[in-house]
């Protein structure tokens, strides 16, 4: 069965600090892999990725893929309070082309 | 205003009501998706759509039914209403089923 588990499910830190956030997958036909945030409201998109170790980067936030290991992980450094949000991950299979989204990480900046 | 809106945002209904939330995109997006948003469960795909006339169960699509007649429009129906759909549902769209989605600000339904 295919399924995209993230790690941890919840963290909180002190604002200043770097987290890493994962996201393994068991996929058939793996497509690509799409980082999103999420606060009080709709999913926001962060990152696609479909090559394996190649950072994608935006600001302080980054993302790598490993398709040998099966997953990905995004790193936030120097972390805000407006970090504050759910992480979500979603792997793409181009075998019936489904969409499969993990339970997601909610990260706590504390100030 | 070009982007994707839903509606209602908010809705109550009662058990074996038939309730209809409406998505509506400006982008001619190919792609549209119907997701429900639960505690434990994250995001789960309820149906979606590859074009007009075109429509794909997604991972929980049983109490649901969908239509899309026109690209910019895909509205998802319960067709008797269950506590169990209580829940956030988003709404999606995107160019590709691999590129990244645009979602909608959501509507909360409440089945009592």
């Known amino acids: 069965e295919d399924k995209v588990v993230q790690s941890p499910l919840s963290l909180v830190v002190h604002e200043g600090d770097t987290v890493t956030l994962n996201c393994s997958y068991e996929?058939?036909?793996?497509?690509?892999l799409l980082w999103y945030k999420q606060e009080k409201k709709a999913p926001t998109f962060l990152f696609m990725l479909?090559?394996?170790?190649i950072e994608k980067k935006s600001g302080r936030l980054s993302s790598i893929l490993d398709k040998k290991e099966l997953f990905s992980i995004l790193n936030i450094t120097a972390t805000q309070t407006g970090d504050s949000a759910v992480y979500l991950c979603?792997?793409?299979?181009?075998?019936?082309?489904?969409?499969?989204f993990g339970k997601g990480t909610r990260l706590h900046i504390l100030p | 205003d070009a982007g994707i809106t839903q509606s209602p945002r908010y809705k109550i209904t009662e058990t074996g009501r038939q309730v209809t939330l409406m998505c509506h995109q400006t982008?001619?997006?190919?792609?549209m998706f119907w997701y429900r948003q639960d505690l434990g469960h994250g995001l789960r795909l309820i149906y979606y759509?590859?074009?007009?006339?075109?429509?794909d169960k997604g991972e929980v699509p049983d109490g649901y039914v969908v239509s899309r007649s026109k690209t910019e429009n895909f509205p998802l129906t319960l067709e008797s209403a269950t506590r169990s759909q209580t829940s956030v549902y988003f709404c999606?769209?995107?160019?590709?089923?691999?590129?990244?989605?645009?979602f909608g600000p959501g509507t909360r339904l409440t089945v009592l």
């Open positions: 996929v058939t036909n793996f497509r690509s």
């Open positions: 999606a769209s995107s160019w590709t089923i691999h590129n990244e989605q645009f």
């Open positions: 979603a792997v793409v299979s181009s075998r019936d082309d489904k969409i499969i």
């Open positions: 982008w001619s997006h190919s792609y």
């Open positions: 479909t090559s394996s170790g």
């Open positions: 759509s590859a074009a007009a006339d075109i429509t």
